[in-house]
């Protein structure tokens, strides 16, 4: 019987199989690199944000006031709505307490916002002219989708040739024939250059009265960068 367990046990040792050790050799001559391409191009996205601000003893009241002005400045500058051309969303509304120097509750304050977004400079301006019980709190200027898409190709364009350019030449300057693409990322990224904001006072006086004149604006330019970064082997 011992002898059968031996023979057992030996019969199935040699039937595991041999492990085998494998060794990595580490990549060699491999770059790493990036290059990225530029576009500068007009801005043609203008968003104009008004708000209001409203205070009261009682937190329901002050909301209502700010629902109520918020009403009054949609139903007019909804008449100057055009797909593209000037959307019209809400933005922030909150209501929070305002403390007195003892740490308690004295009263509460709220503020509101409507924003309109579009590529039409003049038709923006002058519906927000024309809202008395709302001032312009903010003035920001971008790029709309099609601008956007159509420097992007141009400027992912410029980074893929740079990035080939500059890959052959560092792999010719240590000696090598040329080069294969091992890996690459592609990102994107817009930076805008805004125009001088009119001064403080001409904001507050901006919706002071309904026949107010519209906000004078001049946007600026925007720089389309693609990066394309990654790693080649040289051989």
């Not at 927000?128 to 420097?151: D, Y």
């Amino acid at each position: 019987a011992a002898a059968s367990f031996f023979a057992l046990t030996l019969a199935s040792a040699q039937a595991q199989p041999t492990a085998s050790i494998l060794t990595m050799t580490p990549p060699q001559n491999v770059l790493q690199l990036s290059a990225t391409g530029m576009v500068e191009v007009q801005q043609d996205l203008l968003t104009l944000t008004l708000s209001t601000t409203r205070e009261g003893a009682d937190a329901n009241a002050v909301q209502a006031e700010l629902r109520k002005a918020v009403d009054a400045a949609m139903n007019e500058v909804k008449k100057s709505a055009q797909r593209e051309q000037m959307d019209v969303r809400s933005g922030d509304f909150n209501v929070h307490p305002r403390y007195g120097r003892d740490g308690k509750i004295n009263g509460w304050q709220g503020r509101a916002e409507i924003v309109l977004e579009g590529r039409d400079f003049p038709r923006i301006t002058q519906a927000a002219a024309r809202v008395p019980s709302m001032t312009i709190g903010n003035i920001e200027f971008g790029l709309s989708r099609e601008a956007r898409g159509k420097v992007e190709g141009e400027a992912q364009a410029m980074a893929i040739e740079r990035f080939k350019a500059r890959a052959g030449e560092i792999a010719k300057a240590f000696g090598f024939a040329g080069y294969t693409l091992r890996e690459v990322n592609v990102s994107g990224e817009d930076s805008g250059y805004q125009p001088r904001m009119m001064s403080m006072a001409k904001e507050m006086r901006a919706g002071a009265a309904a026949d107010a004149a519209p906000v004078p604006i001049e946007p600026g330019k925007s720089v389309v960068r693609i990066t394309v970064s990654g790693s080649v082997q040289a051989h």
